[in-house]
């Protein structure tokens, strides 16, 4: 699954320490994710979408050959 | 917002000091229940017992502890945990099993020992959580 989480946490001038504090997970679950190794549970998603002010799908795509 | 992080950031600190705790007096009294017979009550039932028996309801704490801690964990590190206790457990079962037949048919000279096995599930645990530290990061 592609996300667009870094381009995100760039825009807003967040460090992954910063995002992790603020969604309650580790800096390394947040690394994860960017980075692709990681999908995040529907829950930490939807928190994702709700402090990015987004909706799920804006901020993570699906590929089909993943 | 700034009280929760606080909160889950401590909330996990105090789960692993309380896990070290447990750890350590489970540990603690495992040493006293096996040499404490030998050099401190020689070989008295009772308090043999009774330190049997406290080993035991320590290990019960060490194992809500340890439960508590893993809850405590987000959904990453959960995952890689139970990748590790999968393999450790697989190890652990396999392992032993292999070690106990080659004791049954007389292949190793010495006998099979639990501690054995329980170190060989204690190493592989820890390398199951490196490799899992490796792979996410």
Redesign the interface.
């Known amino acids: 699954m592609k996300n667009k989480l870094k381009v995100l946490r760039a825009e807003r001038d967040w460090t992954q320490e910063k995002l992790s504090?603020?969604l309650?997970?580790?800096r390394?679950?947040i690394?994860?994710i960017e980075k692709g190794?990681?999908d995040?549970?529907l829950p930490?998603a939807f928190k994702i979408a709700k402090l990015f002010n987004s909706k799920i799908e804006d901020i993570f795509q699906y590929e089909e050959n993943n | 917002?700034q009280k929760?992080?606080k909160d889950?950031?401590h909330k996990n600190k105090k789960n692993t000091i309380n896990l070290a705790f447990w750890t350590i007096s489970w540990t603690a009294s495992m040493a006293l229940s096996t040499f404490g017979r030998i050099f401190i009550w020689h070989d008295n039932m009772t308090l043999s017992i009774a330190a049997i028996l406290i080993n035991l309801l320590i290990g019960i704490g060490m194992i809500l502890a340890n439960i508590r801690f893993i809850k405590g964990l987000?959904?990453?590190?959960q995952?890689i945990q139970l990748e590790a206790m999968s393999i450790a457990l697989g190890v652990g079962v396999i392992g032993g099993l292999f070690y106990s037949q080659l004791d049954q048919a007389n292949i190793i000279t010495s006998n099979a020992e639990i501690s054995h096995l329980v170190i060989l599930i204690a190493l592989t645990y820890m390398v199951g959580i490196f490799i899992g530290?490796v792979?996410?990061?």
């Open positions: 504090d603020e309650e997970v580790s390394q679950t690394n994860a190794k990681f995040p549970s930490l | 917002m929760t992080k889950w950031n987000d959904e990453l590190q995952k530290r792979r996410y990061k």
